[in-house]
């Protein structure tokens, strides 16, 4: 059943209704984040004695039994999560079990290496990913979309450590002109940065494509060339916005992945950033600094969601009026 | 001879069709059309989904997707419409606008109403800015909008699909056309919503003078707005007319059965005159006369070759040996 | 006897009481709720073998009517009896049981239809779901059901893409007759069908029924259509009928000034050259119902009355039902005039 005459909302309302939208968002980004902690606490705990593997196992058992004592591991595995649940609500986010360094100094320090890695990655992504898919869709069956689209599935079929080692050997190994890894100079993030940023590119631009298409097979585009706009105007004015919509998700997704989606990037290329401290930290079962990166992993990601959500509402009135309009 | 105008010697067409044929990656859609709008009339064209009648118009105007093969001419006030794309451009939302099915999705749903009005302003009239605003809040009022300031801001889906289609036409309008197509403008729309748009229609020709052609398959529709008729089948003319005599005598067969298998509004309720089958496919048309499977006053003679449209009087010409043969036979 | 009056016992195969339906609407996560009445207070009866049409614009309700017709949806007030009996709760024993007893046919057919199954499987699915028949009596009864709309036996084994629309929406209703039902709803049934198949569909309904005697709720915004095949029209408007009478009775004399709107706005070749009254203004949104009556906003004879009181479906001296305050005052006064 169609509602017909709906009226635009008045701003008043629209803002109220806004402010209750990320007030309920927030709410429920909380409740995701939390549940993330849980799993990872519950997971983490069944994998494995943080005990045995720090110590080393032949170390004496009563050594091992302080240990145990001293991180509170020797609780019930409830007492244990209530009292680490009401530590992160007071901002206390644990220690680390092999240095008794705060966890999230640990993992902050480490945060702008892995930043320096996913910002430039990521600016390749938008930077290629996004104009090869438009112009694949504009010259639909060229030449030239063949070209991308060729590109783009060896893009995202060949796995980032495949992609990594290849890199290595090509330009490190056989050409010697860039490091093969470490962090001294700017030379040394080129491969990791290229090989962060290929996959990414490679899926944004199907994805680019695919959505433009859609848009251009609109009816709205007839109208707009039969209002006489040339073809570079209708797809600037009224195919691209429309476009974006569907596009702002994905790149959401890759902003939300800045901080833990280089994990097996760093590793391969011994990047000291938060995905190898991550990796190092599992293999220890070092709790704290494992569920603190989960954490800010999980926050991230929900973050970028939240501000996908907001930006849907910018760029797509439908939605917008769907938050603020009662039933019109 | 074919006969194209109501009446030639009056002045040049406004728009000349001739021989125009489309084809799809190899499959012919559109098999040679002469057609001719004087200026000012209101043509009427109607048939079934898959007839040609909109390809027509989007071909003559050049909004086909590129895999579309258009072949022919178009001639703008006697004068060769070149297709190149800037010529083309020119004239759409110029000379000759377009307005299309279902409101709803002819508009871009994420810019406001006001804008995608202005962008036609701007282009045709070079009007910016407040004059535009106030120019599109004028064709606003003209096709009838309620609450015109308003809705400069709105966008599509706040409206009906009947203000939607107002919209459409202040667009359309923006361009200060000498032709209207109208590509079944009240097909997706309520029945007395429909009654509205076709009034709106008729009273704007009224005013600017404007040239109409109203594609659509309901002869109901065409009856109540049009001056002279095309009627066409598998992608070809089959009979043209002047309304009135259209209605008062259809000539070709498939004319014939469409208006008996409109069911009437009066008088006993009887079984229909149904046209048995259905619209052949393009890429099996019959030879001959395409119509000729389903017809029941076809000969085999009607299978031999494409009986061309022929005039039967002064405003009337069908396409179909057996109304056109001489009755010698 | 006629099979339009063949009940027996004088009961309608078909009762409808005062059902209304309302729907908690929500726009977008966030918005409240509105309460839409979508079906308010309708009556009507379906005798064997006859079609009522039920006709309006978007959004009056008429598909609603249809689906609590069948018993799809539980009416929130009101009371629907089918072949004397109530009409059960949706989902146990006996309404299972009935749906063999009343179909329903959809407007778009190949969205009816499962694209990876050929016709005949899908026309002999009520059979199985029913179990009626024995297993090997079906395929003779799908080639018969096939044949009863006019498909050929070697169209069983086509699948929906392979066939054209017309045909398709002959499949459907050979699926729809496969219970031999007492009742068909048909919802829009040929508004996806080019003119010249809408007759063809047209024609073969109302051979089915002369042959098989089933009653039909035909919904359609299509005055032209519903004319032709019904024997009462009821035309909606907001949820409520708001006249209801023989066809032509309803098209040629409409009493309520919708109706009368409804009538006007068909186009017809033979109409061609008369100018009309054309109603003004959009229909209103369900969510936003004006107060009295619904249409009194659009109403060119609305008085005070009408936009506090809703008008009560009334039969009139000659049979008509009508819900309009100013019909009613008229029919009152021409019977007075004949009581004088």
Known sequence: MPPTDRTPVSTGKGRRDMIRFIAIRLLRSLLTIALVVTFAFVVLRLSGDPAMLIMSVDAPPEAIAAFRRSWGLDEPLWTQYLKYFGAILHGDLGRSMRDGRDAIVLVAERIPATLALTIPALLIKLGIGIPAGVHAALHRDSWSDRLVMLAAVAGFTVPSFVLGLLLVLIFAVQLGWLPSGGQESWRHAILPVITLGVGGAAVLARFTRSATLEVLGQLYIRTASAKGLSWGRVVRSHALPNAAIPTVTIVGFMVGSLIAGAVVVESVFSWPGVGRLLVVAVANRDLAVVQCILLLVAATMVTANLIVDLLYGFLDPRLRSARSAGAG | MPITGVDKTASTPLIALSNLGVSFDGVVALRGIDLAVMPGESLGLVGESGCGKSITWLAALGLLPARATVTGSVRLDGEELPRTKAALERVRGGRIAMIFQDPASALNPVLRLGRQVSEALTLHRGMTGSAARAEAKRLFDQVGLPDAARRLDAYPHELSGGQNQRVMIAMALAGQPDLLIADEPTTALDVTIQAQILELLQSLRRETGMALVLISHDLGVIAETCDRIAVMYAGRIVEEASADAFFAEPRHPYAVGLMAALPPLTGPRRPLTAIPGGVPEPWAMPPGCAFAPRCPRATPDCGIAVPPLTALAKDHAAACIRVTAPVWA | ?340
């Open chain 3, 1 to 340: 006897m006629h099979p339009r009056y063949g009940t027996g016992l004088g009961m309608s195969l078909l009762t409808v009481t005062n059902v209304g339906r309302r729907y908690a609407m929500r726009r977008g996560l966030l918005a409240r709720a509105v309460t839409v009445h979508a079906v308010d207070g309708v009556s009507l009866s379906l005798e064997r073998g006859e079609t009522l049409g039920l006709v309006g614009e978007s959004g009056c309700g008429k598909s609603t009517t249809g689906r609590l017709v069948l018993g799809l949806e539980a009416p929130d007030g009101g009371a629907v009896h089918f072949d004397g009996a109530p009409m059960p709760a949706v989902g146990d024993a006996a309404w299972r049981k009935l749906r063999a007893r009343m179909q329903m046919v959809f407007q778009d057919p190949l969205g009816a239809l499962d694209r990876r199954l050929p016709i005949g499987v899908q026309v002999a699915e009520p059979l199985e779901i029913h179990n009626l028949l024995n297993p090997s009596d079906r395929p003779a009864r799908v080639i018969e059901l096939l044949g009863a709309v006019g498909l050929r036996p070697d169209q069983a084994e086509r699948y929906p893409h392979e066939l054209s629309g017309g045909q398709r929406q002959r499949a459907v209703l050979a699926r729809a007759l496969a219970t031999n039902p007492d009742l068909l709803v048909c919802d829009e049934p040929i508004s996806a069908l080019d003119v010249s198949i809408q007759a063809q569909a047209m024609n073969l309904l109302m051979e089915l029924q002369a042959r098989l005697g089933m009653a039909i709720l035909f919904i359609s915004h299509d005055l032209r259509a519903v004319r032709q095949v019904s024997h009462r029209i009821a035309v909606m408007y907001l949820g409520r009928i708001v006249e209801m009478g023989e066809p032509d009775a309803v098209l040629h004399d409409p009493a309520h000034p919708y109706a009368r709107a409804l009538a006007a706005a068909i186009p017809h070749p033979g109409l061609r050259g008369q100018t009309r009254p054309v109603l003004q203004g959009d229909p209103p949104n369900p969510a936003d119902r004006p107060s009295g009556c619904a249409f009194h906003p659009r109403c060119p004879i609305a008085e005070a009355i009408c936009r506090t009181s809703v008008p009560a479906l009334l039969p009139r001296q000659d049979g008509r039902q009508v819900a309009c305050h100013a019909a009613h005052r008229s029919d009152a006064g021409v019977h007075r005039e004949r009581a004088a």
